[in-house]
């Protein structure tokens, strides 16, 4: 997806209820994400309710 395209789609929020553990390891996974590929906290959040919403044929 082109950059321009990303910033004109409209974003909701989902909200999910996790236990503390793997609510520290959601945030601990996106920052190496962040930290190793240069991409953007949105950008990886995107992709992991994308690969979910396809693994579950959703």
């Known amino acids: 997806m082109s950059e ?3 910033s004109t789609i409209e974003l ?3 909200k999910l209820q996790v ?3 793997l609510y ?3 945030q ?3 920052w190496i994400l962040v930290h190793e590929t240069g991409r953007d906290r949105l950008d990886i ?3 992991v309710i994308h ?3 396809v693994k579950h044929e959703c």
């Open 4 to 6: 321009r395209r990303k």
């Open 12 to 14: 909701s929020e989902i």
């Open 19 to 21: 236990s503390d553990d």
């Open 24 to 26: 520290r390891a959601f």
């Open 28 to 30: 601990r996974c996106v």
């Open 45 to 47: 959040m995107r992709e």
């Open 51 to 53: 690969d979910f919403l």
